[in-house]
């Protein structure tokens, strides 16, 4: 299993500008993904952490307004440029352990952001 | 990706056993069957998975039919604490392949 820290919990924001979320996991992972939950909905894959190379996106997501990072096996970067009231959403780390096809995920506790 | 449908909600009384069921009519030959579980402010958390017939662990049980175009998710007797948000997931659990979340079911427990 694995325990995932993220920073911060919350935050609110002024339109215009940026902040980056920390995810911290407590081992080494191969995976790492990064989730929006916009209020009242599911969860949207934003894209796939990659280590030593640029991430992976997901269709309607751009690394210009969705930059991350990921320097090492346990920690990985994401930060939403010149917010706007539509990027108010809890965004999530999330990283698997197990087999190729039954692995399981583990998520962190989100990161509230509310845009002013 | 195989895709999910699921009851968008659904109320249960305190100790009754309750049963969300879940389509997925394209789920692949390697596919897997994973449930999680939401809480308000917490990201989601794995409850079961399966392949076929039935699995079962100390908080649920999972029952997949022959044709494995569906499964059910079956809480005995739930309590208030288990109101929160189940999706069902089909394929891998992302660790090496894409996974979707679909709606989920929000169950609301009643006391």
């Known amino acids: 299993s694995a325990v995932i820290s993220q920073k911060p919990s919350r935050d609110i924001c002024q339109r215009g500008t940026s902040l980056t979320i920390q995810c911290q996991v407590d081992?080494?992972?191969?995976?790492m993904f990064w989730y929006r939950q916009q209020p009242g909905q599911s969860l949207t894959l934003i894209a796939t952490a990659n280590q030593g190379s640029e991430a992976t996106y997901e269709s309607g997501f751009v690394i210009d307004k969705f930059p991350i990072s990921r320097p090492n096996l346990t920690f990985s970067t994401l930060t939403v440029s010149n917010m706007s009231p539509e990027d108010s959403s809890i965004y999530l780390c999330s990283t698997v352990f197990g087999q190729e096809n039954t692995g399981e995920l583990f998520f962190g506790e989100g990161s509230r952001l509310t845009v002013l | 990706l195989a895709k999910t449908t699921q009851p968008i909600s659904m109320d249960s009384y305190e100790g009754q056993e309750v049963n969300i069921t879940c389509s997925h009519n394209?789920?692949?030959?390697?596919?897997?069957i994973t449930w999680y579980q939401q809480f308000p402010s917490q990201g989601p958390r794995f409850i079961i998975q399966g392949y076929k017939t039935k699995v079962t662990n100390e908080v649920a049980s999972l029952f997949i039919p022959a044709d494995r175009k569906s499964s059910t998710l079956s809480l005995p007797r739930v309590s208030l604490s288990d109101t929160a948000v189940y999706y069902c997931l089909v394929g891998a659990s992302g660790g090496y392949q894409k996974v979707t979340f679909g709606t989920g079911t929000k169950l609301q427990v009643i006391p």
């Open positions: 394209n789920i692949a030959t390697n596919d897997y």
């Open positions: 081992s080494q992972v191969t995976m």
